[in-house]
């Protein structure tokens, strides 16, 4: 996607948030900078407290911005208030208006927007379609499951037909079935009508099945952009490896650089890493191995590594193996349970660890 | 609502305590019945019976006083019946004050409500503590406190004229505006703290759902805030209204004879010699009758709509 010349639907542009002032002022973003394109699933990631739902917030309008500026399709919508932009949102605890029923609370958009009664009939009708919920439209948002109102609260803000529309972890109150459900919906739906989503969320899985691309943050800082792939196979430095996923990072100190490989020493080998960014021979990196990139070898002197087998955990579709290598540190290995023999291996048995092609990373620091 | 869940009775073990269970309530029985139920029946047979002239009552079955408070027999009481109106204006009267009141206290006691509700919440008792503290005060102290406050050379217009606001004094004492002043004095805080209570209960995002979802100031307020408090509302215009309606202090001290209400005309007629105790009597249950209609017709609406969702 990267190289395609696209049209950017909402540009943030070194935003900044600070709440407070003077001395106990507590900055909550710093310089943010991301342009998010239309018609794309956009995910915001980051753990609790980094700033994700702060800089939603300010995308509809609810939260001030204290330096920078965002731009919806190039005209600039910092002072616009919040039911001045065509940008509607689905709120955490979905925000249901209780006492009126779930029809009317999908046409208060339209409503609000001066619509003309069979306007504002028929588009709720057809939204409440979308959202399969068909024979609901006379009861009250207290009488549906979680699942349901959720869904109301996607229909109600999509029915003004937003250019944008932004979710709060709309998942986060759901059980795991439901929530993995609603991701194909959610995904169909952001398909179905070409608006551009932006998504935050904490759970990384989520972002990863849904998002087009991904915004890792992290502290009030923003970390990495990329596809889903990009941020799980080139993290850029430690806190996005460690985020998406799991990983084994080491401090090694680069022995040699020959092209975009760095050779580093670990458990008394030296492998070869990817580089991201740029490196200096002789200086102390960290680097990423993900557990699943690393395999067994028939015999132990055929690997690159070498180490005993510490313990070992069955998790049904994997097995997860550590492994003590040589000079003592412990690496986490991951493999498949494809077929029943596999590679069986039991603990403090002496084993030969292959690197599959691009599977240490070099991290930025 | 449908999310009502019925608690069973504790199991196993409410052989044993079941009936003591119903023990407890006695005392609080015996409260409503002697100091509710007796009084109210009391006033209910005594508007049925002959006046004794120098107050209290034959014990003679009687429509007289019902009759008094309706219709006009002349000075002899022997002319053809016309229809009174001197009580049914009083009547009314009462009504029309009340709900001036009320609707006063509304207009002030929302906006502070919601101030108050809006307030961090450790501020919070230190507000409703001010609203308060003028029932640390006696209700008289306070009504002559007014009268004194708002006569014709009293400190407001003394006030008013000195910043030329005013070029002679607006006379306020003895008039409609005066009782309805009271009254708003009197029972603001009935007002305040039901609202306050639903204020503060409500889910402010969904103000920033309907901001999110093109809604104004107005429109917000209108269709998802007073919606949303509309319980809390409706209590403090009841306990507004409702004293109001009965008051006599108000409308003997700040309303002077023009502006009589239905409680001081019932005061009247217990006090003193002169009284007509199953007149007052009457007017009473006449009184409760018309309350007693408006908190059916608001309980009937409560219900209906409430059946209409579940």
């Known amino acids: 996607m990267g190289g395609n010349i696209q049209t950017t639907a909402i540009k943030i542009e070194k935003v900044k948030k600070q709440f407070g002032i003077g001395e106990s002022a507590v900055t909550a973003l710093t310089d943010i900078t991301i342009d998010i394109f239309d018609n794309e699933f956009f995910t915001l990631l980051g753990p609790s407290g980094c700033g994700k739902t702060t800089l939603l917030r300010m995308i509809a309008g609810l939260e001030s911005i204290t330096a920078g500026t965002i731009f919806l399709y190039g005209q600039e919508i910092k002072d616009l208030s919040a039911n001045k932009r065509p940008i509607n949102t689905v709120f955490q605890q979905y925000a249901l208006f209780p006492h009126m029923t779930v029809l009317q609370n999908i046409g208060f958009g339209l409503k609000m927007l001066g619509k003309s009664k069979s306007e504002i009939i028929d588009r709720s009708e057809k939204m409440l379609e979308l959202v399969q919920l068909g024979q609901f439209g006379d009861r009250r948002p207290s009488q549906l499951s979680g699942g349901q109102q959720q869904r109301v609260a996607l229909a109600r803000a999509l029915a003004p037909s937003p250019k944008v529309l932004l979710l709060d972890e709309p998942l986060s109150a759901l059980d795991l079935k439901l929530r ?186 | 609502m449908a999310t009502g869940v019925k608690i069973e009775s504790g199991g196993g073990s409410s052989s044993v305590f079941g ?102 919440i450790h501020t919070r008792p230190i507000w409703l503590f001010l609203v308060t503290i003028p029932y640390w005060v006696n209700l008289l102290i306070r009504t002559v406190s007014l009268k004194f406050l708002i006569r014709d050379s009293g400190p407001l217009n003394q006030w008013l004229i000195s910043f030329g606001i005013l070029d002679s004094p607006i006379h306020l004492i003895n008039t409609n505006v005066a009782v309805q002043l009271g009254l708003f004095y009197s029972y603001l805080p009935f007002m305040v703290l039901p609202i306050y209570a639903s204020v503060e209960r409500y889910n402010f995002v969904l103000s920033e759902a309907a901001w999110d979802l093109y809604a104004n100031r107005w429109t917000t307020l209108r269709y998802i805030l007073l919606p949303s408090v509309k319980s809390g509302i409706i209590a403090g215009c009841i306990l507004v209204f409702v004293p109001s309606l009965g008051a006599f202090l108000a409308p003997d001290l700040l309303g002077g004879a023009k502006n009589f209400m239905i409680g001081s005309l019932i005061e009247e007629q217990f006090k003193g010699n002169a009284g007509n105790w199953p007149f007052g009597a009457a007017a009473s249950m006449i009184l409760l009758t018309l309350v007693l209609i408006v908190l059916m017709v608001y309980a009937r609406q409560q219900s209906r709509t409430e059946s209409k969702y579940s």
């Open chain 1, 180 to 365: 993995q459900a609603m991701r194909v919906e959610l995904k169909q739906i952001q398909e179905e009508t070409g608006i551009t989503f932006v998504f935050v969320t904490h759970d990384q899985e989520e972002a990863l099945t849904m998002s087009d691309r991904i915004a890792v943050m992290s502290n009030g800082e923003l970390q990495q952009i990329g596809s889903a792939q990009e941020i799980y196979e080139q993290p850029r430095n430690q806190f996005v490896a460690g985020f998406i996923g799991e990983t084994n990072l080491f401090d090694v100190i680069i022995e040699d650089i020959q092209e975009d490989q760095a050779i580093c020493r670990i458990g008394g080998t030296c492998i070869s890493c990817t580089v991201t960014g740029s490196a200096v021979k002789g200086s102390t990196r960290q680097i990423s191995i993900r557990p699943e990139r690393l395999s067994f070898t028939s015999s132990p002197e055929d690997g690159h590594i070498t180490g005993v087998i510490e313990r070992l955990t069955y998790l049904g579709t994997d097995t997860q193996y550590l492994v003590q290598l040589d000079d003592g540190t412990i690496i986490t290995v991951r493999s498949q349970n494809a077929h029943e023999s596999g590679v069986n291996v039991q603990p403090g048995e002496r084993i030969g660890l292959e690197l599959g092609k691009g599977g240490a990373r070099l991290l930025m620091n």
């Open chain 2, 19 to 120: 009936s003591l269970r119903y023990w407890l309530l006695t005392p609080s029985w015996l409260v409503i019945g002697f100091f509710l139920v007796a009084p109210v029946a009391m006033m209910l047979i005594y508007s049925f019976l002959t006046k004794e002239f120098r107050g209290g009552v034959i014990w003679e079955f009687s429509l007289a006083a019902y009759d008094q408070f309706i219709f006009d027999r002349g000075l002899f009481g022997d002319d053809p019946p016309k229809l009174e109106w001197t009580y049914i204006g009083i009547f009314f009267r009462s009504i029309w004050q009340a709900f001036s009141a009320t609707v006063l206290c509304l207009l002030i006691g929302f906006p502070t409500a919601y101030f108050i509700a809006t307030r961090p």
